[in-house]
């Protein structure tokens, strides 16, 4: 049985950062694509960044490229989500997912998700 846990949201003041994490159990993961998904209040949810687990290589969407980054740890089963000058816009639930194959920006091709982790950022 697969489960993605998030962890690691919280209030922080514009500007500041956080790292969320995401520990992925019940299979391997090296031929699936992790991703971050946020959605906000009264908008749906969308893509924030991926990173496919066995080369490693990314993709970020436009509104968290050169802000936020995604690694991952191979031994933790983990995936980070570092988010570094924070805006208010920012503010959502963010979501681990997975799925089969490569990074996609398309929610409906996630199987898996997590149950979201808050994060909130005053101005």
């Known amino acids: 049985q697969v489960q993605l846990v998030e962890s690691g949201g919280g209030l922080v003041q514009a500007g500041g950062s956080l790292r969320l994490s995401c520990a992925a159990s019940?299979?391997?993961?090296?031929?699936?694509?992790m991703a971050w998904f946020r959605q906000a209040p009264g908008k749906e949810r969308e893509f924030v960044i991926g990173i496919n687990w066995s080369s490693g290589s990314t993709y970020a969407a436009g509104s968290a490229k050169g802000r936020f980054t995604i690694s991952r740890d191979n031994v933790k089963n983990t995936v980070y989500l570092q988010m570094n000058s924070l805006k208010p816009e920012d503010t959502a639930v963010f979501y681990c997912?997975?799925?089969?194959?490569?990074?996609?920006?398309?929610?409906?091709?996630?199987?898996?998700w997590g149950q979201g982790t808050q994060v909130t950022v005053s101005s």
């Open positions: 019940g299979r391997t993961f090296s031929n699936y694509a």
């Open positions: 997912a997975a799925r089969f194959g490569v990074v996609s920006v398309n929610t409906r091709e996630y199987v898996y």
